[in-house]
DNA sequence: AAGTGGTCTAGACCACCGC
DNA sequence: CGGTGGTCTAGACCACTTC
């Protein structure tokens, strides 16, 4: 808590949980300022943090607003056990297989390496409370972390950050498919029952890829839920 | 173009289209206050508006970047119309029925009315260059908007617009499902093929229910691509 | 008309990156 | 080290909502 629209945010935060309830009025930027005796900017940075995580809005001439509860989460890039978490789950997961092989096709554009090139491939399953979640495939260019590096009981992201490959965003493309016998049968459902496919290219903040995952997600267990807007661009 | 931070944004995007590339070095913050004749804080605010939409990043200490132009777009809420037309295909469709009927238990609570509230009910076949992409139910409150008012030869968002709700942002529910007999009829698939469902409830920037809709699109002809960030919260 | 957020100024100091 | 973005000030005027 070094920054002062730090302590703000905060105090805001604090507010909005314990005494005030969606859409509830604030206290105007020029309160907030004489309050916490620093210049309206800075109270402004501090409300633009909340805005950006949809916990306020804001009206140009009637005030600030506490948001809705339901609509504060935006999709983050999240690990899976931290996403189980967040959804009340006990997260663990099986470690089905890691080899080093060489990049397909679509995994070499995907990571934007070249065809052949090897790569540290990661097949996991991940269960929630005890039974199977979701079926992940993780593919990491061996020239950025080798398998000699990985320690499988810890989380791979936090041993990437160690090795400086911080994940600062991804794209990810959500599809349904229906699930193969051998797929099926780890997740422990019908051949052809549906299954989230969500794919991820994990980037560093200067856009080169490090990560390309492949999950699938029960479809009876799993869905995603995101906030839309229509402003944003222009 | 009112404002100053306006005409710098769109500068700076000219040039980044024309004469740079991905990664590439803006110029600091200081020689554009200074190129534009204004304070360095109106610059930030030009800057701002183009990291919101992904389309630069900044590092501390080093610069501000363009960044890759393969980073789609955050997720807009759009009409089927928009999105088919930005993925290139020729929107079209056909209505398969309109209904006023008291709301059902999901809906109502969706909508925020009571149990059996009068509702539009609006069943439409979404065609993509002519063959069936998607299934979509629409719910509105009687009480905002009425069977009288709708003409269906025209956008439902611009007539909703018209009537003074402007859907702002809306919540989505994205699940995979498999289609049952009728469903996967109208869309022309086997019985049994996965689709996705993306239930959307529509608000009004002050987070008041306007539209509920459930689409069920074909698994095999579309999917959702969006990007995610690890940042945002704390 | 009063109060709100939106834009803008002309400075300042700090934290971080790259050489 | 110099240059960069990040934070911050103490004002100002404008645009909008609400009454």
Redesign the pocket.
């Known amino acids: 808590m070094v ?3 730090e302590v703000i945010s905060q105090g805001l935060i604090e507010k909005i949980v314990t005494t005030l309830g969606p859409n509830d009025l ?1 206290p ?4 907030l300022a004489q309050e916490y ?6 109270v ?2 501090a409300i633009a943090k909340l805005a950006e995580q949809s916990r306020v809005y ?7 607003f506490v948001a809705s509860r339901d609509v504060s989460k935006a999709p983050r890039l999240t690990s899976f056990t931290e996403d189980m978490v967040s959804r009340g789950f006990t997260p663990s997961s099986r470690v089905l297989g890691v080899w080093v092989e060489p990049a397909g096709t679509d995994v070499a554009q995907q990571l934007g390496i070249p065809e052949g090139a090897e790569c540290l491939r990661l097949k996991r399953l991940r269960l929630a409370d005890g039974s199977p979640m979701a079926l992940e495939e993780t593919r990491i260019p061996q020239s950025l972390f080798s398998l000699s590096q990985l320690d499988l009981a810890r989380s791979l992201y936090e041993q990437l950050a160690e090795a400086g490959l911080d994940l600062y965003r991804a794209e990810q493309e959500v599809r349904s498919v229906p699930l193969d016998s051998a797929d099926s049968k780890i997740l422990q459902v019908n051949v052809g029952s549906p299954a989230l496919c969500v794919e991820r290219l994990g980037c560093s903040r200067r856009g080169s890829p490090i990560e390309f995952a492949r999950t699938l997600y029960r479809a009876d267990r799993y869905s995603f839920r995101f906030p839309v807007t229509r402003d944003s661009s222009e």
């Open positions: 920054h002062k629209y604030l105007s930027e020029r309160e005796g620093v210049s309206r900017m800075t402004r940075a804001q009206i140009h001439g009637a005030g600030t």
